[in-house]
């Protein structure tokens, strides 16, 4: 007998922006919306179908919610599973990596992904995170893949060296909606020649009363 997995159930503004989803998508939204739900849905509908994912937390503590409802929702199809290791594999050939990201430029470095998700990206390492951890050991994880990426957070504030705020407000291919005086030139470099390999000038924004997505591609 077929094994069944059961997804969550999306509510309509989760609906609306997955329908409105592209291959580089960042979303913002306060909380209670829902971040959780809708990242393990996408992580449970790609494992199911055999796909390599890694789930992005700034600390470690963060990975021990999703992790257990991903057991969960998958324990029909599920593989091996190692909590300490952040590892759930699946029987038709899905992985699914937890890193966390403060304080450690390895996080993914040599991993292959087929789906990359950030959760509460604001609240990563600044400047750390976009100058090391995301361009020089995260993005290249989906070189091979051509792969979907999710970037969720609540906002927090204000501040063009923080991850978030370059993802959320990049609005050009050549560069991020970033101020052009600043102090950290190798920052401005930085976010300039990632920006330039896959955020594009073409943004489109979704907005409802709980959430706010935009979508980048290339």
């Known amino acids: 007998m077929a ?36 990242e393990n849905t996408l992580a449970a509908d790609r494992a199911t179908k055999g796909r390599k994912v890694g789930i992005f937390t700034p600390e470690h503590k963060q990975t021990a919610e999703p992790y257990s409802a991903l057991l969960q929702i998958l324990a029909p199809i599920r593989g091996r599973s190692n909590r300490t290791d952040g590892l759930i594999t699946t029987t038709t050939g899905g992985i699914i990596d937890f890193w966390s990201t403060n304080n450690n430029l390895l996080a993914g470095r040599g991993r292959e992904y087929d789906l990359v998700m950030v959760n509460e990206a604001a609240y990563t390492k600044t400047p750390e995170m976009l100058e090391e951890v995301w361009e020089k050991a995260i993005e290249p994880t989906l070189a091979t893949t051509n792969g979907e990426v999710w970037i969720f957070s609540t906002p927090k504030g204000i501040d ?34 990632s920006a330039r390999r896959w955020f594009i000038s073409r943004n489109i924004w979704r907005n409802s009363s709980i959430g706010r997505a935009k979508r980048f591609s290339r």
């Open 3 to 38: 094994a069944i997995v059961t997804l969550p159930t999306l509510h309509p503004d989760q609906v609306r922006i997955f329908k409105d989803r592209t291959r580089r998508n960042a979303v913002r939204c306060g909380r209670r919306w829902g971040k959780d739900v809708l």
């Open 160 to 193: 063009p060296n923080n991850f978030f705020y370059w993802a959320s407000n990049s609005k050009s291919i050549t560069r991020p909606l970033l101020p052009i005086r600043t102090s950290k030139r190798t920052f401005w470099q930085s976010a300039k020649r």
